[in-house]
């Protein structure tokens, strides 16, 4: 394709490794100026040729690590590597998507609760993720026991759930945990807030009956859609099946995966929407349901998750008291990790929207190039005085929607209103000279 001109928005000199010679070429990374709107970015070089997404007004992709230092909204330090430091600008942020959340798990009948961070082993053996999570697991020795830092909430749910007695009655129970999370991510892995060892979810986990299983699926559905409505987000579908390595019998995963199948058919028919088999792929205890979503950029996120898991209920032998009390006293067919009668297993629920909040951070401040919406946004308003005579009436203002629990901010320099102006790009509102400009 020929290309008559293009906008350079970079260059640098390469000396590609397969070449015997010590020639330097020159690399360009430019968008085609051909027709009007923003075209796809190329890489000109006939050495290779890489594909990048634009902006919305054709500049270079955005990137969450530039937009986290220009808006100072968080930083990275040596002395914990893999672990952010959250600026309060960027606080703010992160609490509003912990904040939304809560609010949605208050209306859906979420209750949430606060697990230790510290766990012995035997709790990782028992829950079966030790010989799969070991090598990914901070471990330390005390009093001569060794604990772990935990990577996931599971295994603390099922016991909040075995802490007393349950029954039919108690069903669908619904759990919710923001608990800190760790993970030994291997250095080279490491990538801004994409990929962290010190990490927080919008983990959920419900225990139900089997005959719940459908609805509750289809519940986190609506949630899943409401949540990435709020961002314009689109996602895809995928059924993750029975992995090589997996726990439990062929019986429970073939049941396991019928279920997922069965509320993938129902949700796909009501929205006319398709979803995807990825044979193998499953978590080493259930079958899955992938949601990848795909922001602005078209570029494809896999964040959320629902994850059907027979197994982790027998192995900490949870139990409920069935509507018929006792029955089945001579079940002939019941084997050693049946529970007794009158009693039946949870089926339980793995859930997952956001995934990470450090992941869905960075996926967000790309799709919105950094200019938040503004129930999100870190700066919400600027009040602008002409001069300092109005100092006091500004901070006045301020004070007003303080109140109502704006993020507002008040320039009292001696910069021209102009300048004023020019420098709260990141604002969403700026109020001066009694009049309101929408950036």
Same mark, same amino acid.
């Not at 970015?41 to 220009?70: C, E, F, K, M």
């Not at 609010?103 to 766990?119: A, C």
């Given at each position: ?54 902006? *919305?007004?054709?500049?270079?992709? &955005? ?9 100072? *909204?968080?930083?990275?330090?040596? @002395?914990?590597?893999? !672990?952010?430091?959250?600026? #309060? ?6 609490? =509003? ?5 809560? !609010? ?66 108690? *069903? /669908? ?15 080279? =892995? ?28 289809? @519940? ?22 029975? #992995? ?7 019986? %429970? $995963? ?5 279920? +997922?199948?069965? %509320? ?10 398709? $979803?995807?088999? =990825? ?7 259930? #079958? ?38 006792? !029955?089945? #006293? ?8 049946? /529970? !007794?009668?009158?009693? &039946? ?16 951070? &960075? ?5 919105? %190039? ?14 602008? /005085?002409?001069?300092?005579? %109005?100092?006091?009436?500004? +901070? ?8 109502? +629990? ?12 102009? $300048? ?15 009049? @309101?400009?929408?950036?």
């Amino acid at each position: 394709m020929e290309i008559p001109s293009f906008r350079v928005f970079s260059t640098c000199s390469r000396r590609p490794r397969f070449l015997q010679t010590n020639r330097i070429c020159r690399q360009f990374v430019g968008n085609p100026d051909i027709g009007r709107g923003p075209k796809p970015l190329v890489q000109v070089n006939r050495i290779s040729r890489y594909p990048y997404s634009t902006t *919305l007004d054709g500049d270079t992709p &955005a990137n969450h690590r530039r937009i986290g230092i220009d808006q100072k *909204l968080f930083f990275f330090d040596e @002395s914990s590597p893999g !672990s952010c430091f959250f600026l #309060p600008h960027g606080t703010r942020i992160y609490n =509003a998507l912990l904040d939304m959340l809560k !609010s949605e798990y208050r209306k859906r009948n979420y209750e949430e609760v606060i697990t230790p961070n510290i766990f012995k082993t035997d709790l990782w053996k028992t829950s079966g993720h030790w010989s799969y999570y070991e090598d990914s697991m901070f471990t330390f020795e005390a009093e001569k026991e060794k604990f772990g830092l935990k990577p996931m909430n599971c295994p603390a749910h099922c016991k909040i759930f075995a802490h007393r007695k349950l029954s039919y009655n108690d *069903l /669908p129970m619904r759990i919710a945990d923001f608990g800190v999370l760790h993970r030994n991510e291997v250095s080279g =892995a490491l990538t801004g807030l994409t990929r962290v060892r010190r990490f927080q979810q919008d983990d959920a986990h419900i225990f139900c009956t089997q005959e719940q299983v459908g609805d509750e699926i289809e @519940s986190i559905f609506d949630f899943m859609s409401y949540v990435y409505g709020l961002f314009e987000f689109t996602f895809k579908l995928k059924l993750s099946t029975r #992995p090589d390595k997996f726990l439990g019998g062929i019986e %429970a $995963w073939t049941k396991a995966e019928l279920e +997922l199948k069965t %509320a993938l058919n129902s949700f796909a028919k009501k929205t006319g929407s398709n $979803w995807e088999k =990825a044979q193998g792929e499953g978590a080493f205890y259930g #079958p899955k349901i992938d949601i990848t979503m795909v922001d602005a950029l078209h570029r494809e996120h896999q964040c959320g998750t629902i994850q059907l898991d027979f197994q982790m209920p027998e192995n900490f032998d949870l139990r409920f008291v069935t509507s018929e009390y006792a !029955s089945n #006293p001579k079940n002939e067919n019941k084997t050693q990790s049946d /529970p !007794s009668p009158g009693y &039946a297993r949870p089926v339980m629920i793995h859930r997952a929207i956001f995934g990470s909040f450090e992941r869905m951070f &960075a996926i967000l401040a790309e799709h919105f %190039a950094g200019k938040w919406p503004f129930w999100l946004s870190p700066r919400q308003i600027l009040v602008a /005085p002409v001069s300092s005579s %109005a100092n006091d009436y500004a +901070l006045e203002v301020q004070k007003l929607f303080k109140d109502k +629990l704006f993020h507002v901010d008040v320039d009292t320099s001696n910069n021209t209103l102009r $300048w004023k102006i020019h420098n709260g790009g990141d604002y969403n509102f700026i109020l001066g000279n009694l009049t @309101s400009i929408y950036l």
